[in-house]
């Protein structure tokens, strides 16, 4: 179970998109569509954002939305705003109940 | 509304077992659908999966730490815990327990708080 690959680093000025990907192999992330994606504030626990690739729970805005091509899952958060600075983590489930995280991407909002 | 807090040593020595204990409460662990797992994030690093337990007992484990790691629960207490053996420095880190909701968003949808691990002497 490799970690996904996700990008250090993103960043995007308030009411720009930005969009994270999130690489894995077609063991995981090509093979299933349990991809989630998590908000990380500094000292926080994560955040539950996106779940089974592009759905959303309830409270989180619509501003946030996910999707998937063959083994990269993405991230793209829609008018930014100074609140969404965080650190983004995806997930993939990957067969025979095992999980796995991707390294994670700091976004800055400038 | 469901919680989870964990609990346990903040200091293990070297070569020692690193024991920790989630308490789930507003909800019972024996619910159908739900996993609870064990989430770790060392200083600066991402978030790395440990394993996940279900209330009957099944066990599923990363396989790089299969070898140290134990998972159990504990229904009639709510509570389910993690130990990991041989501990070193490496395994420094905030252990978050969560629920991993299976069935209808297949994503750990609640997290506790977490607790920061040392290893050291």
């Known amino acids: 179970q490799s970690a996904l690959t996700q990008p250090r680093s993103v960043s995007g000025s308030p009411g720009q998109s930005v969009t994270i990907s999130c690489t894995g192999t077609?063991?995981?992330?090509?093979?299933?569509?349990?991809v989630s994606w998590y908000q990380q504030h500094p000292g926080k626990a994560p955040k539950l954002m996106i779940f089974?690739?592009?759905r959303r729970p309830s409270g989180v805005p619509d501003r946030f939305s996910g999707s998937k091509s063959g083994n990269t899952a993405s991230l793209t958060i829609s008018g930014l705003q100074a609140e969404d600075e965080a650190n983004y983590y995806c997930?993939?489930?990957?067969?025979?109940?095992?999980?796995?995280f991707g390294g994670g991407t700091k976004l800055t909002v400038l | 509304q469901l919680q989870l807090q964990e609990s346990g040593p903040g200091l293990v020595k070297p070569s020692e077992t690193l024991s920790l204990t989630c308490t789930v409460s507003g909800g019972s662990i024996g619910s159908s659908g739900y996993f609870w797992g064990w989430i770790r994030q060392p200083p600066e690093k991402g978030l790395e999966w440990i394993g996940n337990i279900y209330y009957s007992g099944s066990t599923y484990c990363s396989s790089s730490l299969k070898s140290r790691v134990t998972i159990s629960v504990d229904t009639s207490q709510n509570q389910f815990s993690v130990k990991l053996s041989s501990v070193t420095a490496a395994d420094t880190a905030v252990y978050y327990c969560?629920?991993?909701?299976?069935?209808?968003?297949?994503?750990?949808?609640?997290w506790g708080r977490g607790t920061m691990v040392t290893v050291s002497s």
């Open positions: 077609n063991s995981d992330v090509g093979n299933y569509n349990y």
């Open positions: 089974d690739v592009s």
């Open positions: 997930c993939s489930y990957a067969g025979s109940n095992t999980w796995v």
């Open positions: 969560a629920r991993l909701n299976w069935g209808s968003v297949e994503a750990f949808d609640i």
